[in-house]
Structures are given as C-alpha cells and as structure tokens.
C-alpha cells in the first residue's frame, strides 16, 4: 500500500468486569481480527494479570503470536491459543462430559474442552458415539451420569442430545456443526433438530459454539451454591 | 350463487394403466377436489372395477361419500377414505413394520398402514418409541428385524430413522411429519434431519407423507423377484 | 360420522420410568391430542399415582375434564392443567428467576413458571422488562442475581438475554416468542437473535418453549450436587 | 507450527459390527478428515480384514494414500477411493440403474454406482437422458424396466425421479445434485421437486449423496428374500 | 361499529391509460378491497366505457355484485369476476394453449383462460396431463405444437413445463402453483423447479399467477407485427 | 370456564418517561392483549393525563372500548384507536408525505398517518402511484419535494421507494407490506426490495410497520434544531 | 495422480434434434465440464456441421479451446465462446432490446446478446439506466416501444421491468442478476421482485440467466407467423 | 488470452445531477468492476469537477489506482477510496454519532464515517459499547444525546440499536453487520432483530451497508430547513 493508503480506528474497549460480573473473563474472538488487533489486546489484558483465550484463531496468526509469546500453547484442531499460565491452577469442582458423534465434530468438540480447562473445569471427552451405532452411546451412559453437565455435539441430523437427553437426569446443553453437506445447510438441520428435541429441558447454542456451550457450562459449575435459598 | 355464476371445468383423465406400469393403481389426492369431482371420479374407477382409496379426505365430505357407497370405509384419523372389495383380497408377501415416535404423529402412520393394506401389504404398527425413550425404541428390536421394510414415522427432531438405520438391514422409509411448533417449522426441522441421517441408506419422502411411504415400501416388496438376474 | 367411519389406534406407550431417569416426569402434550386420548393418559398416570400435567392445551378441551377432577387447575394465559395434589408437596431447592420483556410474552413465561412449581421449584416473574426502556431491566438486577438460574422471555428482536447475560453469572436460559409480525417470521427473528447473543454462555430453547425452559432449569437445580467430584 | 502448538485428540471408535447389523460394513467419509486420520482408520480396518471405502476424498490426499497401498484404486470423479481386494468377489444378485440427466450430474452418479460395486451389486448407467430431451428418457425405459431398483440422478428442475416413477414398477431412488446456479440453491431446487414429485412411492437422499443411494439400494437387494413371511 | 368510529381513505387512482401503453387495460385485484372500494372502481371504468375484469374475488363478494349488474359473470372456480359486453367481441388472432398438470391446478389454469378470452384471445385448456403419466403430456403434443404460446401450469414439483419446453420451439410461460403440502412450501417448489428448468427459454410468473400468465401471452400474441423489423 | 380454570398475571409497568427519552410517549400494541390489559392500561395512562393510542386492534375489542370512553375514535382500516383529547393540540412543524402504491397497501399506509398526526404531525398522503403507471409516480413528484419527510409503502415488487429516493433529497421511509400472494411470501420479497435498493440512503422498517415509520418520521422532525452544532 | 487413479465416465448422447423440435440448437453449458468433454463435444458438434455455443466458460479453458479452433470468439465479460461460421449468417426478424440496470449486470446482458446474435437476432443494448436516476429509464422509451421484445436485467432491488413493464406493450422478460451483497442472498431479492411485479405479463428466468432470456425471446420472434390461425 | 478473445461493452452512463436531486452526488460502487472501468468513470467525474469516492475497492485495485491519483486516500479497514480536495471543504451542519458494537463491525462503522465526511459531515465513532457490557453503552449516553443522528451497528444478535433507541430522541440508523457464524447467517440474524426492534421509529438498512446509513444521515442533516413549513 502506498503512502496515501491509511487505516483509521478507535482504540479498544475491554470489558475488564465481566470476570466479576460473568464468572469469567472476556475471551477474545480471534476471526476478523488483525494480528496487530490482537497483539493489543494481548498486551492490556496481560499487563492486567489477566490470561488470555483466543478462539477461531488461524494457525498463521497463532504461529506469530507464540513466536514472540512464550507462556502460549496453541491447538490447531480447536483453533484456540492459550496464553498465561495462570489459568492452569484455577479449579472449578464438578465434570464437564462431552460427547461427540463423530470424528470430523471433533473441532468443535475440543473447542469445548480446550475452554472449559481454561476456566478451571475437569472435563471428559468421548468421540465417535453418534446414534447411527446406538451401542456406542449407551456404552458411555455410566459416565454421563457420573457427569454434572453434559455438552452433546453432532453435525447431520444432530441427534444425540436427544438420545443423551432422555437418559440423564443433568443438564444437557446441545451444539450443532457444520459437518454435512446439501440439505444440512452448514448445521441449519442439526441446530433445528436440536432445537426441536422430543427430550425435554435440552438447550440449544449456536451452530459450531463449543466455546459458547463451555461458557454456559461454566455458568452452571459456578452457581452449585443455592443462592436463592429457601 | 346467481345464474350469472358458472364453473367451466375440463372432463378428468384418469390413467388406468398405472397399475400395469407401476404396480399399484391411481390414487385420489382427496385435499382440493370438490365433493362432486369426487364422485364423478369414483364412478368411473368402480365402472372400470377398480377400487378407490382417497386420501386426504376431510371428514363432511367423507361423511357424504359413505352415506351413498355401503361398501365404504373412512378412517378419520388418517383421513382415508377406502371404496370397494377387491382390495382385501389382495395379497403382497412380505412385513411392512411401521414405527410412530409419538401419539400425535399417529395419522401420519396411520395413512401409511391403510394405504399398504389396500394394496394387499401385511403390515405392524409401533407406536410411543420416539428416542427419548430409547429403551422404547429396542424394545421393538426384534419385530423390526423381522420385517420386510420399516417405515419410521417422527416429528419434531426425526431421530427415529437414524437410529432405526443403524439397527436393521432392511430398506428403511423416513416420513417426517410436521407435529411440533416454532422452529420446527411444520415439518421442516425433521425433513432436514432425516435427509442428513448418519445412519446410511435411509430415504425420505415429503413431510405428512405416510400414503407416499406406503407406496415406496409397495414398490419394494413388488420387486422381490429379482429382474436384473445374474 | 357413519357407522363404515372408523379409527384404528394402538394404545399408548407411557414413560413411567422418564422422572427416575431425568429428575421429572412424563408430561403430555396437550396439542393435536383428541380428549379421549388425554382422559385415557391421565386415568393410567393418575392410577399409578403419578400427577399429571398438560401443556398446549385448550380451554374447551381443559374446561371438559376440569368438569370429571376435581383436584385440577387450569391456567388460561398458559394453557396448562395441572392435575393431583402431590406436586404441591414437592420442593427443589434454589430459585428461577423468570424475566419477561413483553405483556404479549406473558403466556409463555407463565408455562415456564407454572411447570417450574409443578416440579417443586421456587419461581419470581418480572414482566415488561425489554430492552426498549432498559431502565426497567436494570432495576431488576438485584433481584437476578439472587437468582440460581434467569429464564429470560422475549419475542420481537430477542435482545433482553443478551443484556442480562452479560449482568449475572448464573445460568441464563433464553426463550425466544412468536410475538411480533412480518419480517418477525413467528419468532424465528428473536430464536437468531438469542443464539448470536454477544453475551457468552446464554443457551436457547425453541419458540415460545416455556416448558422446556423450566424442564432446563429445573436440570439445573436438580444437579446442584456436584457428582463428577473433584 | 511451534512446539508450542499442538493437538489432542481421542482416538476413533470404528463401527465394526455394521456389517453384520445393516448388510453393508463402516464405510468412511473423506471430507474433513486430516491424512493422518485416515491412515489410522485404514489401518485398523484392514488389519480386521475389511476392505476400505473413503468417499468425498480429495485428489490430493487420495494420490498420498495410492503411493502406499498397492491395492487401491480412486476415481476422480466420483472422489472415491477403494482400497483391498476382497469386495471384487462379492456379489449380490439384482440390478441397480442409475439414470443421470446431465454430463455435470456424473459425479455424484459414480458415487453411486462404484459404492454399490464395492458391495458386489451389478449397476448399469446412463447419462444425458433429461426430461428436456424426453425421447432420450423413454430410450432407456426397457433398461429401466429390467432392473431391481433405479437410481435417478438430477439436478436442477430434478424432474427425471418423477418422470421415471410414472414408468416403472420398482422401487425408485432420486438423488438431488447441486448442478445448477441462482434458485437452484446448491441442490436445494432439485431436493424440493423430489420431494414433491407427482409419481407415488419415489425415495429421496440428501443432495450430491449418490453414496447413500447406493446404500438404499443396497438394503432393498439384501432384502429380496421375503422375511416377514406370509 | 359506534359513531366514534371512521375510514379516511383517499379516492382511487385508475390508469386509464393502460390499454394504450400495454395492449391491455387495467385489471382489478379483488383481494384485500371492500364491495364499497369495487363498487366505486366498477362505475368509474364502465363508465368510460371499460369493461372490468375483477380477479381473487370472494363468492360472497361477487355475488353482490352480480345482483346488480345484469351484465356480469362470475366463475367460482377462477375466482374471476367479467363485467360488460364488449370483451366478447375483441379479437387477438392466434392460440394459446393451456396445459394443466392436475385436476387441482385447474383454478389457476382456468385463471388463465379466462384472462386471456376477456383480452380477446381463442385458447385451449387440457388438464390431467401431469409428467407422471407422460403418455398423457405426450398425446397433446400435436395440440401443443399448433399453438402460438402454451402456458403450463404445475403445482407439487412442477416438472410439467420443462418437458413441454424440449418438445416445442414456441414461448413456454410455467406457472407455478401452491397444489402440494409439506416441503411444497405452497408453491415455492414448483417455482424452484420451473426457474431451473433443464429446457432453454422457459419463463415463469408467480406462483398461481394465471392471470399474469394470460398477460404475458398476450404481450406476446400482440407483439406478432414485428416492429424492430429489419 | 369451571372455577378450578385461573390466570395469573403480573401488572404491567409502563414506561411513562418515554417522551422525555424519546419524543414520543408509549404507544399500546393491541394484537394479544385482551380487553381488559387494554383497560387496565388505558386507565392508567388516561390518569396520568396521557393520551392513548392503541395500534394493531381488532373492531370488536375497539368497539367495546369506544363505547365506554366518548373521547375515542377509531379507524377500521388503519385499526387504530386513538383516545383523549390534548394530541389534537401538539403541533410538530414541517410535512409528512406518504406515498402508497395500490389500494390494498392502504390500511398500513394509515396507520402511519394516525400515528403520526397522533405526535402533531402535519401529513398528506398519496394513493394508488406505484411504479407500473411511472406518469402517477411522476405526477406528485412537486408535493414530495415540498416534504421534509417521504413514507414510501408498497407490497408486491416493493419499488416505489427506490424510484422516489432517486428523486427527492429528503429522508425516504420504506414500508414493505404484506400485500400479494406466493413467492411475496407475505412481504418478505418487498422487504428485500428495499434493503436492496439502489438509491441510496433509503432506510426501511417492518412489514406493515406504518406504525414505525411514523415514529422514524417523528425522530427527524423532532430533530430538526441542530445540536451537535459547528 | 498415479495409475491406480482412473476416471470411468460413459459417453455424451447430444440431443441433435434439438434445433428441429425448439427452433435452437442444444448449447453447452460450461460450468462443471472439463476441457476434455468439451472437445468431445466440440468435435461431435462441429461434425454434425452445428455451430457450438459454451456459456459459463471459464478464461483458461476457454483460452485453450480457442488456440485450436481459429474460427472461435470468446467474449470475457458474458463468459461465452462461440466456434463456427454459419451462425454469422443467420437471420430472425425482430428487434431485441436489452436494457441492463448498472455497470455490474453487464455479463449477464452480455450473455444474453451474444446468445440472441448466435442465433441471429439483432440486438441492442442499454446499460446504466436504472430506476434510481428514472430520468435515464424513459429516455430509452422510444427504443424500448420500438423493440420486439424486451430483456430487463437487474440486481439489487430488481424494479426495472416493473418499470418497462407499465411502459411498453411487448413480450417483457425480467433477468434477475446476482449483483449486491447482504439481504440480496445472491440475486434473491431481485428474482422476488420481479416475480412478484406489479406490472402485469412479465415473465422471469433464473438469476443470473441471459442465456435463457434470450432463448425465451428466441421463441418468441420464432412464432411471429401465427399458427393457431383464426 | 488470445486474439480471437474481445470483451464488447457499452460506455458508462453517470448520473451527474444526483447532487442537485438528492443532495449528494453518484458514489462508485467498487465491487466487479475493472480497474479500467474505475479509471474512466474517475476521468469523467473529475473532468467535471466531481471528487469521487469508491466503496468497497479491494487493495490492488486501490493501490493500482493511488500510484496514478496524488490526491487519493485509501483506507484499508473501509476499503473506501476517496479522490479529490473539495469534499474536505464542504460542511454541513449537525453531528453523526456512529456507535459500533464489536471490533470486528469496525470496517462498516468506518465506511459510514468515512462516507459522511466526504460529505461535509462532522462525526463521532465509539467502537466496543455491545449490550453484553451494558455500562460500556449507557457510557456513551450523553454523547448520543448531543448528536442529530445516530448510527447503530451491530452483527450477532443486533441489540445494539434498539437499547440506543430507548434511550435517545434523534433518529436512529441501525446497521446490520455480517459479524457472526453458524445461525448468523452472514447478518441475517443481525438484520432480523433490527427489523423487529422493541425500540419504537427505528429504521434499517442492508446488511454491512454503512455507506447507506451514512447516506441516509446526510439526508436527514440536509433536510435540516422545514420546507413542509406551518
């Protein structure tokens, strides 16, 4: 770019509170962002003692970003950079199990994981339990029931919640993929089946969340102490 | 309506030679006919000898037909309406096993059975083994492993057939139905599901089309001789 | 109808066992279900001492068999009935907290709140707390986040979980309406909204799903002892 | 990538009992799949003795795999790679046909007729015969009419199913394809006129999924001898 | 209504000049207008000495209207109200032949026919002519070729247009209609179809646009004077 | 209903300092309220000296709420109701022009006169110009330029707001209705219309939303001394 | 690729009759086709003594075809060659007249010109004369009124043939194309608009499809002998 | 390419009295359109004395041209490239307050601020002020207040616009942003709940079109002079 080409912008605004107001920290989202962006942000939040989880991250971006920052520790399946070290002693008690229907929702499925570590959760990770094989799902039920949370992941006809569903008693939070082709629409078919489960009290987040279905895991994990009483 | 009020309408061709063709004969689509377009039909397949199923019938004018033709049968709940004798002593060998997740979804399977059996096919309802009750489902295991083809009827997410899929050898035939509400967008939701099926094989007709599946599983069992040899 | 009207049912397969699997009870879906077919379901739950209740159901159908038992409540906004003594016995610890944008969302947020008690939990409902005057949101703050779990109700353009969300730290279970017209597509517009929320963590049930959003919530209190240990 | 990068996965957990429960064994989906993945699939696969289908593989991945396994065979257009010696032997009785409307419909045909190779069953196919055209289509009907099943390929209008079904007497499978640009909607045209078709008892998959045509054609064959007796 | 209530409405706008400018006068929509709105817009125009042409009228509606103009016919399956005596006697030369693929779509086609005699036109009408029976498309084929434009009119997958297209060289105008149910979507199938029609040249109105069909023939069958001559 | 039939209902909060934030007090949106919400809030408002203005109300609700307040008047058309007296004597300086297309946009082209002569508004309003007679159009073209404000609202092709923001300088409103029928899909193809248009500048509220222009009308008016000043 | 890839595909069957039965030869569409297809094509073609015309041809390939053939034209713009002589010498009476909204619609009125002129029509073409400046609209008029038949070609909100449309009184065929971004979805929003203009008697071909528009006006100056007679 | 390869193209048609019409002149969209189309659109508009401003300009494309132009600015994050001196002259009165939800809607909040400045408007632009951080919002109130247009621009689940226009009395632009995956839909959702606001007199234009909104501003500056007068 020439020298009459210029790139204007506001500086950033981040939500130091929301650790307070949440029960977690901001996370950054690292699609769409300028790894300068990114640096910034790093830079303040670091400065601020807080780590910093980046998610939908590209491996290029990431690879930059570890160079200069040691402490960093990438996943190129889940997409998510780690930075800090703090994060690793945090500990939020209760499990996280998450279930995954198949080997290509493995990215989504990790992306779970990788954020719920992040805030201190204990978390189990079971693949390829999709309900095509129904064996395989039931073969997990003990360990779902062990669970205090479980996040069901699938693409195609986003099925499992509703199998898990009708088998455990803990709340199960549901995430489609984008895994399938034609009619799946990128994870339309999954996330309206999901949404439309004959199992009762499942709930639903965005096509691809697993960082989102962590998040509203952790909120879970965080309020075990009744506080509306009785 | 005034004198200066008339209906110009075109005489009907009916195709007689659909059942040399096809293998079952031609169908009356009940929905949008008026009663004396009905009737005229009806007399010229009974002149010819042919039977008369009508689908999709509302219940006035089924109620009408009925008073006229003794040798009728309405069922309300599927809305078929069934004229005529010859039909039940046809015969077509085989099982055609027809599994209903839930009880709304029951005039769906319902215009499935009565269309298989008037054209001479044996068939068994299941009904109340929607997947989240997945005990339900294998409990029926065993009679559906018996059967011929399963036709597997759901609304709401339509998981049925996927796991169904995964359980038996057979042809298996998914009718979604549009019971549900909000984002399962009368039928819509399941259809999706149901063509994104993990489970490999499945085929799928048009939302609500218990009649179409019934016709699917005729031309199955029809084509039992092998044709192409070897 | 004539005497050649008939219909051909098979009975019903209830889930006796769903409450000792997933912590509550079947409960039937008043929508699409002929009264015969309710009074059959109830006499067999009743008989096995299990209370029942009804949801989707309408007010002639609900006026009917509020006329045969005694020991049951109808609720017009909510379309629910309520039958037996025993839920008013029954008591989970914790609090929901029920955030309602709208007058017109009332319905909705009321089924969450009359299944919620059904199955023993405290409830408070707040109404006409949308974004549009978000000095009325925020007046309620106090009061949600004493809360265990928020269900927050909105049609139109979904916004109040999303403010909320990013206010309390507990669990937020967003419940998108039909209310709105046009381009509102029968709540599909607040469904989209509620699961973009910007606020991380929030979980989406399907449209004008109260139900499930207390069946959610009540998961979540019913697990408020951690099993996955630590 | 960094050493601090990294990626954790669980391993696969193959279906090996598919076989024996659906007639047909695991068969693996290519897309999404990271080469190292596949290898380790492909390899435990073999090593039980069964022969390796890798659908919607990339050109580039399926020139890696070649390199090391002699026995393997791929087909660029169709994108399936087969690998092992034992299913050249198999052979089921019965005769698939695969009608493709157009040249830019072949892939998804292939797909189709090399899967129900690969599972020993005997295809015939042929290609350019749209209802634009429709002496071509009527050029084949004594073809059509000798085979068990047909497979019918199309995208755009996706009128060749229903054009076919009014010909012939055996079960009939359409196949959306994605051919086409603007309404077309990447299949979704063609998807909905198959669903919708005017002939009874037409069977649709998902859109580009010759594979699970295959498959359904597949169960129909395996089920010639009549189980449910008489 | 009490006194204290009113309807402001500005008076009408008619454009008279229409016939000029298009070769056809303007027409009246019925739906959504009071009798006292047509009323009005019937004096106005057959006092300058137009006749009128009223479509999607109600029974009811047209009924009163009937009773007080003498002149005036009305046909309850085309929803098309003609008033006046002059229509009878204008004269377009050339043919337009209507094909219909259901007895369900004659509405529509009769919507055409009746359009298109008002403006002067000589058309044929054959009906129960669907693709799934493609003797009976095919046994008007000499019919179809005599004629200057073929309107073809299709509801559930709408294949009729794109076989008709490939067999004659004259304007084909597809109209689709809302006969179907399910993923019909009240026509947008058919409409789908016939936008991706595998035949060059074909055009397409609205779905159970009869009325435009007409139109658009009309354009056509007035346009016979080549004027950009050569 | 039987005295075991309830409903429990929260009391409504209105936001009385609306006008202060906004310029214009809380309008009542009638669909979904019952009769006596209306009156309940109706009284309160009244009490605090402000007048009501109830959109979206069916004739029989208004009729029985005109019958008990004499200062209230209702448009069948627009279905607004308006009572009190003082919004007779508010006057915004500067005009509103409202530009419908046909007849049948009429009803939401009033409503978003009413509403805006509600607030004090001067407006006039332009019937039956849309863009097939470009001469009607043309001809106000003066009147438009003379506004401070232009409501643009069509159905169907929704076309006259790019045609009229070509033309005039000043902000231009776009109201899509839900006027037409098939692929109109109740106004979703005007609403894309407008958000499509290639005037520029044009802005666009709701299907049927007259309301909601009015109220953007207001916001521009109400603005009209410059206060981020120079 | 290495030996053990291969590519099994069945020969062409081109429909050469096609000219005879519909007034144009079969084109070739090129989207999809690999160049060795399209040589194969060519050469059957060019045997035959038939001109080739391939649209949707991208650069490259269309670069190599034209090394070989000397007789060849590609244009880049309307993505079309054309190979052969005689087509330079045929000749339909008539005046095509394409008007294209903006600068971004030119390839798809392109297409369409080079489409008619292979056929032998002449044309002539107006770009940049969109409804946002109307005045540049009707300064096409006379042309336009002096056309045979005219194409209208617009993305974003497509109202231009609303426009013509009330202007002209020949045959008028809407284009809708994919420029725009956003709710455009691709030229969505223009295809609804024009399907659902509110100038009676246009008709509407695919998004982005001159080719087909000019087929359908290729039909139309075809049939200017009347044959229906009178 | 090779000789035998041209591009034929009619010459461009500017509309250069959109300035006296609509207050601004013809902005250039820069998407699919050649650098040389760019080039002699700019040489006609600066030989009239126009500064030009290109929307949506890729890099290279931009680059290319500011190599040639000394007295162009390109920016990056806008893409926006504007040619010229005089805009940076021309003032109008008021002030345009852009508020800006995420980081990532940056580029559409600039290309609105960058597209009113050409026009003389003075703006503000607050980026990170999402609802999901409240008090980063209603931090900004007082700004807000103090300017004569808002604009709102939000992706995800857009609530922005519609707290903003609870709070605020000047006319509020909501702008849609294509921020978001999965349900997002490209902005779909966004757009949606825009359209659907709560807030009352909200207006919206087309996803990621803050060129528009900037548009639509002017407008409402421009028309700062009652002309409707009193």
New interface residues.
Partial sequence: ??K???????S????F??RS????PE?I?G???SLS?LEQICDRMLARGEDVLIS?LA?ET??RI??IR?D??????ARILRIGRNWKKR?I????YIAS????D?PVA?EA?LTAEFCGC?TE????????????T?SKLDCMR????VIAVAG????LP??I?????????AV?T????????????????????????????????G??????????????K?????
């Avoid at 009459?4 to 506001?10: A, D, G, I, L």
């Avoid at 107001?21 to 977690?24: I, L, S, T």
């Avoid at 960082?211 to 075990?224: D, E, Q, V, Y």
């Fill in positions: 770019m020439k009459n080409s210029r790139t204007e912008e506001p950033f605004e981040l939500d509170e929301r107001r949440c029960g977690f996370f989202y699609e769409g962002k962006q939908r491996p990431a690879s570890c160079e040691k960093s520790e990438y996943d190129q399946t500990k008690p209760g499990l996280i229907a198949g080997t290509t493995l990790l994981k204990r990770l079971a693949s390829d339990i999709g309900v095509a094989g129904i064996h395989r039931l062990r669970a205090d949370v195609m006809e986003g099925a509703s199998v569903g009708g088998l455990v008693a803990c709340p199960v939070i489609p984008s895994v399938g082709y034609g009619s799946s629409m990128n994870g339309i078919a999954a996330l309206l089946a999901m949404l439309n489960s004959c199992a009762s009290g499942i709930c639903v987040v965005n096509i691809d969340n960082f989102g279905a962590a998040c509203a895991a952790i909120r879970i994990l965080n309020s075990k009744t506080k509306g009483g009785d």
